[in-house]
T-cell receptor
Framework: DADVTQTPRNRITKTGKRIMLECSQTKGHDRMYWYRQDPGLGLRLIYY???????NKGEISDGYSVSRQAQAKFSLSLESAIPNQTALYFCATSVADNGELFFGEGSRLTVL | QKEVEQDPGPLSVPEGAIVSLNCTYS??????FMWYRQYSRKGPELLMYTYSSGNKEDGRFTAQVDKSSKYISLFIRDSQPSDSATYLCAQETGGFKTIFGAGTRLFVKA
């Protein structure tokens, strides 16, 4: 089983719908991240959390919210999806003393 | 200007070629750089990291940082079809926040 698991892997939805992407990890890492990947723009940080009580905005947090339900679970919500949120979304984890990021396999979201 | 700039390619080379992948960065305050490799339909995986200037070698891969020109490079020797992937350069910017380049798609033809 993957150490960082994302669900769903693929989702097609309509404008205005609420969407939740979920991430769970078995690596025991405190730090969790949500990134968005777009062609030509690379990976951009949406939100990050260094522990259950710590949530921080990244560079592109508008239109998104997150919840850290437990050390191992970090979910990303789009309250009212819009077409320019069509992208590949990655959850990642890291340990406190090492900057290496461990990514899930991604969730491809299409907003029509 | 993006903090980390990278040519998206694609770059196509024959098997056995030496590949050079490059990025530039703008913020000199942080000197921890990484290269991630991303295969199609997969998440990125750390390939190499370097700190400050100089070279770091790992098998067929060499990572290089030139502080004077704010240039980071990844060299792949004896490239193989299995090296076909997207390569992302990254800079850690304190507090373990990482800024990524756009990624370069590499194709190695057998």
């Amino acid at each position: 089983d993957a150490d960082v698991t994302q669900t769903p892997r693929n989702r097609i939805t309509k404008t205005g719908k609420r969407i939740m992407l979920e991430c769970s990890q078995t690596k025991g890492h405190d730090r969790m991240y949500w990134y968005r990947q777009d062609p030509g723009l690379g990976l951009r940080l949406i939100y990050y959390s260094f522990d259950v009580k710590d949530i921080n905005k990244g560079e592109i947090s508008d239109g998104y919210s997150v919840s850290r339900q437990a050390q191992a679970k970090f979910s990303l919500s789009l309250e009212s999806a819009i077409p320019n949120q069509t992208a590949l979304y990655f959850c990642a984890t890291s340990v406190a003393d090492n900057g290496e990021l461990f990514f899930g396999e991604g969730s491809r979201l299409t907003v029509l | 200007q993006k903090e980390v700039e990278q040519d998206p390619g694609p770059l196509s080379v024959p098997e056995g070629a030496i590949v050079s992948l490059n990025c530039t960065y703008s913020n000199s305050a942080f000197q921890y750089f990484m290269w991630y490799r991303q295969y199609s339909r997969k998440g990125p995986e750390l390939l190499m990291y370097t700190y400050s200037s100089g070279n770091k070698e790992d098998g067929r891969f060499t990572a290089q940082v030139d502080k004077s020109s704010k240039y980071i490079s990844l060299f792949i020797r004896d490239s193989q079809p299995s090296d076909s992937a997207t390569y992302l350069c990254a800079q850690e910017t304190g507090g373990f926040k990482t800024i990524f380049g756009a990624g370069t798609r590499l194709f190695v033809k057998a």
